[in-house]
């Protein structure tokens, strides 16, 4: 496998010595409780002894394991667990740096992070500029390669296995990431040479099955998937469980499950050996709050999970996911002292958070390549596309929830402008409509659509529209909101378009500026800039849009604006 976490022969021996008392460690946490992820109890009065970053005795009486240079830590009414592993997020318009510290803050020791947002505007250059120097990164940070399946065919095209193939060997590659069901399904070469070269390196492989059915499940399963984060009720979730997958639970940014999900723990003596918990991504907001994987603890174990079970499925399921559960994911000798010290009074809020038996260092802020701060360029950007058709029967993307549409039939009247124009300097665009996001007396650009090199601008007014459009231009990025020829708000995010190099506090000011703006202008989402990202994605049902039509993700084909009964 591409990760390698274990010891040296030489730390082995000493971590022999140390346990056996013949050598002295270099930590030793002692005088309170700690979480045992591989048989759920929590041993009160044990201690720990590290050594060389990793744990090289637990139980009673490791004070004994201290000498003179050995630092020690009294754990008298504290906790002491294992650092959560996220398995399956995304890195969200903040800076990567930004990211991890705010995980390690929360006690999330291992992140491991899609690239696909990434890796369809850059390519695998623009995967190798975030894997450049994540091994400096106060946590360990890990990414997933991009399952390469896009809604936009005329770039998909693009993109050879061969190109991509070699990044599987990278060290801090941890597999392939989420891949799109409907479309592996009808066969998608590219993706199905990525992972026969992921599992050929021993590498895990994940899913993404929105609404697929056993069938379907089956046949993922049968083309060399390993997880899935879509289940959304404990039935789906015990679909995929019996299938052998493991079912990653998720409550974050873009869906909150955990509710539905808890009936599998309530009602059902069912194993949770495959089953984790994951965020699938977070807004920088919830992050700076200090909500990340730590909070969907906490909400699993009010949902009625015991604490040693929640943090079981945070930590150690995740590990043995990705094929790292000997080195990483719970404590036990041998294994990197990922360590978080909990307040006993409840909750997963580390008073202390250490990373291979160390206290970390606030990350360094992460360089880009020139190249990367220039992908927004709209200078063939026709402006007929942002004028509404008119009355006549045209075919709309209609928004049912949040995140979902489904194709409708409209006069015009009730749908504003939906255009994604290419934003690599091309000619393509393509104008379609929109209902349900309810926008009044104005317009919305944004560049972060997902899995899209393209602008999306959603709006009733074609002035409006040519400002935002400009403005994101001038931003090299991000989100712009605009009214009656004034910008009322905007977020910068020069990092391909999808992330800022601005502090935290204000990305998530300008990030909360963007989506009120909007919503004072009448969009009834309580996260109108998600709203927008999803429309242009292959992931989720139904109707989505692209610079050449629409794409139907039940079936592949595409339309165009004019309906056709």
Not at 50 to 70: H, K, M
Not at 164 to 182: C, K, M, N, R, T
Not at 266 to 275: K, Y
Not at 401 to 407: D, K, N, S, Y
């Amino acid at each position: 496998m591409t990760v390698r976490l274990q010891p040296s022969p030489a730390t082995m021996r000493r971590l022999a010595e140390v346990a056996e008392g013949r050598a002295r460690a270099d930590l030793v946490l002692m005088g309170g409780a700690v979480v045992n992820v591989y048989t759920e109890e929590v041993h009160r009065d044990w201690g720990v002894a590290v050594a060389d970053g990793r744990v090289a005795y637990l139980g009673p009486d490791a004070e004994s394991r201290a000498g003179d240079q050995t630092e020690v830590i009294d754990l008298t009414g504290d906790i002491l667990a294992p650092g959560l592993i996220e398995g399956h997020t995304h890195l969200t318009r903040i800076q990567v740096s930004d990211m991890v510290d705010l995980q390690v803050r929360a006690g999330v020791t291992t992140s491991i992070v899609e690239s696909m947002e990434l890796a369809a505007v850059c390519g695998p250059d623009g995967v190798r500029a975030l894997l450049d120097g994540a091994e400096h990164m106060p946590g360990r940070l890990y990414y997933t390669i991009s399952g390469l399946i896009m809604g936009d065919p005329q770039h998909d095209s693009i993109f050879q296995a061969g190109e991509w193939i070699p990044l599987l060997d990278h060290a801090l590659v941890a597999g392939v990431g989420e891949i799109y069901w409907a479309d592996m399904l009808r066969g998608h070469p590219r993706t199905e040479a990525l992972v026969a070269a992921a599992l050929e390196r021993g590498l895990a492989v994940q899913g993404h099955a929105a609404g697929a059915r056993l069938p379907a499940l089956n046949a993922l399963a049968g083309l060399g998937v390993g997880s899935d984060h879509e289940g959304i009720t404990a039935e789906d979730v015990l679909s995929r469980l019996r299938l052998g997958l493991t079912a990653m639970a998720r409550h974050g940014a873009t869906r909150q499950d955990l509710p539905a999900i808890a009936e599998l723990w309530r009602g059902r003596n069912v194993d949770p050996g495959r089953l984790a918990l994951v965020t699938d991504g977070l807004e920088p907001e919830a992050l700076a709050a200090g909500n990340s994987l730590n909070w969907v603890v906490e909400q699993a174990v009010e949902l009625g999970l015991s604490l040693p079970r929640a943090i079981r499925l945070a930590s150690r399921n995740v590990a043995e996911h990705f094929g790292l559960g000997r080195w990483l994911g719970g404590i036990g000798p041998g294994m990197l002292a990922d360590l978080v010290v909990l307040p006993r009074g409840g909750g997963f809020r580390p008073r202390l958070v250490l990373v291979g038996g160390r206290r970390p260092e606030p990350a360094p802020a992460k360089r880009y390549p020139h190249w990367m701060l220039d992908t927004v360029k709209l200078d063939s950007l026709d402006e007929a596309l942002l004028a509404h058709p008119g009355p006549g029967r045209w075919r709309a993307m209609e928004l049912t929830a949040p995140i979902v549409t489904r194709e409708a039939e409209t006069d015009g009247s009730d749908a504003l402008v939906c255009a994604v124009a290419d934003r690599t300097g091309g000619p393509r665009g393509f104008r379609g409509l929109l209902k349900g996001f309810g926008l009044k007396n104005g317009a919305v650009a944004i560049s972060s659509a997902w899995e899209c090199p393209g602008v999306l601008l959603v709006g009733d007014r074609p002035a409006d529209l040519a400002i935002a459009a400009r403005r994101l231009r001038d931003l090299h990025g991000g989100a712009v909101v605009v009214s009656e020829g004034n910008v009322l708000a905007e977020w910068a995010a020069p990092v391909a378009g999808l992330y800022s190099e601005r502090p935290l506090a204000d990305v998530v000011d300008q990030v909360a500026a963007v989506n009120g703006a909007a919503r004072a202008l009448g969009c009834p989402w309580p996260n109108p800039i998600l709203t927008l990202e999803t429309l242009t994605s292959a992931a989720i049902p139904f109707l989505r849009i692209w610079a050449g039509g629409y794409t139907r993700l039940k079936d592949g084909s595409h339309a165009g604006l004019e309906w056709e009964a």
